[in-house]
């Protein structure tokens, strides 16, 4: 029989005995999905039996109203009524009701867990939600026996903060699978979603002891991803018991593995974290034996910094012709901005190969440089030698100082020289230890080189005896942080607070920035109070920006630590604190994308008065976000059409750093449209932006390559471009070749932020302010390439296949062959036509009948090249096998293959970056070992090096 009405039983509700009542509960219960609208007239009457204690079916009363509530849409009603249901409320049902209250309970308990700890379990519903989150994580483990929803259930423990319960679900997936995958994802989830430091920590630590505690088999094929937890929670102690592990096992496979995580640790990590693990090493074991020794000269850097500098001058393929189009664009329109801005182009696009061809060939033009464009100039070639430690003195021997305490003629020209030191020895730094200082100069031997310590003495010695002088002092200054990053020596810190304390606004500039470099992400309580003290105090705005940025370096990724030194900064009056404030926002949060850091400086971006913390909150948008370029993308959108340029001029950089290097659709659109901005510096600011996010990219692979080329050229050429838009088009030229067309902007790794890079462009971003800051882009180039080393760190000959055709990467060239057969093609023509014209005049019809003859079997010859072109397009591989060492790009990497080479193997899995190590197949078989090739002499020309030697000596007869 089909009920067609329950009034009866609702009926029931409204008598005096309780067993009746209890009775129609039930049968309402059976029939609450289909007779719910009836049953929803009769809710008052039903919450009374609920609300009466003593009543003996209770629970099922609750059930019945959560299960009404939840058909009328009242969710939380619904949730209420389920929770007093008690054991009534069976999670294992399979229907939508049950799903629905599953899910509110969730998102009730994980707001809760988000809460102190005291103020949660306070709440009446936390112990009951505690207990039915258990049973559904159990259930979980008992029903996904596949673990096909394991990455769902660990969000949602992570969500909760139940590490107890993620942990016992982790090591059930390892026992089972015998993998460590899910602590990837673990490690993967809590760097990009989990804002509070605190639990993050905890959540790595949990990591690193599941990791520790898993079959040895486990260990020795993590512990890459171990190191990175490690590194992340700053534990150079486990860091060192790890290392010394693998190298006391005395197996070439072990070595090897101990190796490749060296190198990985100095890409990672700053100095500070690099000593306390060379320390720890030594401690452990005397290097005596040859494998300690290697992994202690691979933490100096020295290898890393030598082998990436080999690459970059033997695989070189800036263009001079560039260079020299440029100087003849400048030269056209003579301004001491656009001839500095071309010199320092020169800079950028030769960073770390050495190159200086265009500064030799070209020195009556560069002398015109004067003042602080000079004190540019000189510095440019510490960014053209990066990385060239063991001759940085010889380099500049001619601009430097003759002795510390003599001030010659040329302040300028010293104080540049002092800031290119530093450049030069920015990628390993000065301050090493005594022992790891010894390894250095016994690894790269010979005499006449340069030790990394006396530069730093050298530089101290500047600053002690050259007070009077700015200019020394300025590079000085600026040469001595680049040197000691993150090495927070105490002394260094005395004798840049004296400068500073001097008050003159040059140098104390450059003392500040140079203090913040040197306590690198410390947050030094002590530093912090004395700079923000002297802040306010001081009345020069360069001081007080260096102090901005000294602060904001001070707290790079400290994240919630940082938030009360940003709130102290942002209410301040002086607008330049308050843009030191958001700058610390940016370096704080960098690459973190925390939506509270965000909703800050979206905040800050409206509200705020000054134009220069505005655009400043707007840039730092794209710190937050570069290792999500499309959230930049969206979070800037509402600001691309705004009234003030500055804002404008804020979101071009922001996208410019978020999309760096990856040639982002949405943000390439942004910012093509904002290059032709009505404001001189927003089309600056956007073009500038554009190189960075175009750097390597072919014009098969992004069309408007080749577009905005042709633009930047143009808008150099015209003389009636604004001179500021001029700037920016140049040194976007220098950006779009960038280290010989080797090196891109990295500000992140396999997800791990890149500290020297974020500081980079951090400092390059101030050049709105002082121009020499331009040349700090260099901190942030990185190299792309591949370099493979066998178990003695040497360089065999191995392959690896890339799939794709080689035009989609490579770098274009155009052989210079070609260019002067088609210049001499076309002369001739010229030639003929116009001697027959000459000589002709009285046989016109003849003449033009040659000239059309001619025409015509140009035009014949030109359509048979460009089939050839096309022919050879179509008939273009798409692969292509790669030689070591390998030039990349990192859109490329995903379509590598390292299988290729059969012989040689990598012992880090995945698709490395950098250098990597190989495991040799066949040991016992000869290798073959690519030539090393020696820059030699510092003034060496590379296209100079095939030349032949001179003749041997001979006697005249």
Not at 152 to 180: F, N, P, Q, V
Not at 260 to 273: K, P, S, V
Not at 675 to 683: E, G, L
Not at 811 to 832: A, D, M, N, P, Y
Request: charged share 25%; aromatic share 8%; proline share 4%.
């Amino acid at each position: 029989m089909v009920l067609s009405s329950i009034s009866g039983l609702l009926s029931l509700l409204e008598e005096d005995d309780e067993k009746l009542q209890a009775s129609a509960v039930v049968a309402l219960l059976d029939r609450a999905d289909e007779f719910w609208n009836e049953i929803s007239e009769r809710l008052g009457s039903i919450e009374e039996l609920y609300e009466t204690p003593s009543f003996p079916e209770r629970q099922k009363v609750a059930l019945l109203l959560a299960k009404v509530y939840y058909h009328l849409g009242e969710y939380n009603e619904a949730f209420v009524f389920s929770l007093g249901a008690g054991e009534m409320f069976d999670i294992k049902q399979n229907d939508q009701y049950t799903h629905t209250i599953i899910h509110k309970c969730i998102d009730r308990y994980i707001e809760l867990r988000q809460l102190p700890d005291a103020e949660a379990s306070s709440d009446k519903q936390y112990a009951q939600l505690d207990t039915l989150f258990e049973t559904l994580v159990k259930k979980w483990i008992t029903v996904d026996t596949k673990f096909q929803h394991i990455s769902e259930h660990i969000g949602l423990c992570m969500a909760a903060k139940r590490l107890d319960l993620l942990e016992a679900m982790a090591t059930d997936y390892i026992k089972a699978t015998h993998s460590a995958d899910v602590l990837t994802v673990i490690m993967k989830f809590a760097n990009q979603h989990v804002d509070n430091v605190d639990f993050r920590e905890s959540l790595l630590r949990c990591v690193v002891k599941m990791y520790s505690q898993g079959p040895e088999k486990l260990r020795s094929l993590n512990l890459f991803d171990m190191q990175q937890c490690l590194i992340f929670l700053n534990d150079h102690t486990e860091v060192v018991r790890n290392l010394c592990m693998l190298l006391d096992s005395k197996s070439t496979q072990s070595n090897l593995i101990a190796y490749q995580l060296a190198f990985d640790l100095f890409d990672h990590c700053n100095q500070d974290f690099l000593h306390a693990v060379s320390k720890g090493i030594t401690e452990h074991s005397a290097p005596k034996e040859e494998n300690y020794k290697q992994i202690l000269t691979i933490l100096t850097g020295a290898p890393t910094t030598e082998l990436q500098f080999q690459f970059l001058y033997s695989q070189n393929c800036g263009s001079i012709e560039v260079m020299n189009n440029l100087k003849k664009a400048v030269e056209a329109k003579k301004s001491a901005i656009t001839h500095n801005a071309a010199v320092m182009a020169n800079a950028i696009m030769f960073c770390g190969t050495t190159s200086d061809q265009f500064l030799r060939e070209n020195l009556d033009w560069l002398v015109k440089a004067n003042n602080w464009a000079r004190f540019t100039a000189t510095a440019t070639l510490g960014v053209i030698n990066k990385g060239h430690v063991s001759q940085s003195m010889q380099v500049l021997q001619s601009y430097l100082p003759s002795a510390p305490g003599a001030s010659g003629a040329l302040p300028y020209q010293e104080g540049g020289a002092l800031f290119g030191l530093g450049l030069i020895h920015a990628p390993v730094g000065c301050n090493l230890r005594d022992d790891a200082a010894e390894l250095v100069a016994g690894n790269e031997g010979g005499s006449g080189r340069t030790k990394p310590k006396e530069v730093l003495d050298f530089l101290v010695q500047c600053v002690q005896a050259n007070q009077q002088s700015e200019q020394l002092i300025h590079g000085a200054c600026l040469g001595i942080g680049l040197s000691s990053m993150s090495s927070k020596d105490d002394g260094i810190y005395e004798l840049l607070k004296q400068v500073l304390y001097n008050d003159n606004a040059v140098s104390g500039e450059a003392a500040a920035v140079a203090i913040g470099l040197i306590y690198l992400g410390s947050g030094n309580e002590r530093a912090v109070q004395e700079l923000l003290s002297y802040g306010k105090d001081t009345e020069h705005e360069k001081i007080i920006r260096g102090v901005s940025m000294s602060l904001a370096m001070l707290m790079y990724g400290r994240e919630g630590h940082a938030d009360s030194l940003i709130e102290e900064m942002l209410l301040n009056n002086d607008p330049w604190l308050r843009l030191g404030g958001v700058q610390v926002i940016g370096s704080a949060y960098a690459g973190t994308g925390n939506r509270k850091a965000l909703e800050r400086l979206l905040t800050v971006a409206v509200q705020d008065v000054s134009d220069d913390v505005r655009r400043a909150a707007i840039l730092e948008v794209g710190f937050l976000t570069f290792k999500e370029p499309q959230l930049c993308v969206n979070v800037t959108s509402v600001f691309c059409d705004s009234h003030n340029p500055h804002v404008r001029w804020g979101v071009a950089s922001a996208l410019g750093i978020a999309a760096a290097g990856t040639g982002n659709k949405q943000a390439l659109d942004r910012l093509w449209v904002l290059k032709d901005d009505t404001s001189d510096f927003v089309r600056q600011g956007a073009i500038v932006s554009l190189a960075m996010v175009l750097m390597q990219k072919t014009a098969k692979d992004q069309p408007k390559v080749k577009e905005f080329r042709e633009e930047l050229e143009q808008r150099t050429k015209d003389k009636y471009e604004d001179v500021l838009t001029k700037f920016g088009a140049i040194i976007a030229t220098g950006i779009l070749d960038a280290g010989g067309k080797n090196q891109t902007i990295m500000l992140h790794k396999n997800g791990h932020n890149l500290v020297k890079p974020i500081v980079g462009l951090h400092m390059f971003m101030q050049f709105w302010y002082w121009y020499p800051f331009v040349l700090m882009f260099s901190l942030a180039l990185q190299p792309t390439c591949i370099i493979a080393l066998n178990k003695d760190l040497k360089m065999p000959k191995y392959s690896l296949r890339s799939g794709a055709p080689p035009s989609l990467y490579n770098v274009s060239k155009k052989q210079k062959g070609e260019e002067e057969k088609e210049t001499k093609k076309r002369e001739k023509v010229v030639l003929s036509t116009t001697t027959r014209t000459d000589k002709r005049n009285k046989k016109k019809k003849d003449t033009e009948m040659t000239e059309t003859g001619e025409e015509k079997e140009e035009e014949k010859e030109e359509k048979k090249e460009e089939k050839k072109e096309e022919k050879k397009e179509e008939e273009e591989l798409g692969y292509e096998i790669l030689h070591n060492p390998v030039r990349v790009t990192i859109g490329q990497m995903e379509v590598l293959s390292f299988t290729e080479d059969k012989r040689y193997v990598p012992v880090k899995p995945g698709n490395p970056m950098g250098v990597i190590l190989l495991r040799d197949n066949t040991p016992d078989a000869e290798e073959e070992f690519v030539p090393v090739v020696n820059p030699g002499d510092v003034n060496a020309d590379p296209d100079e090096k095939d030349e032949p030697g001179p003749p041997e000596p001979f006697e005249w007869p």
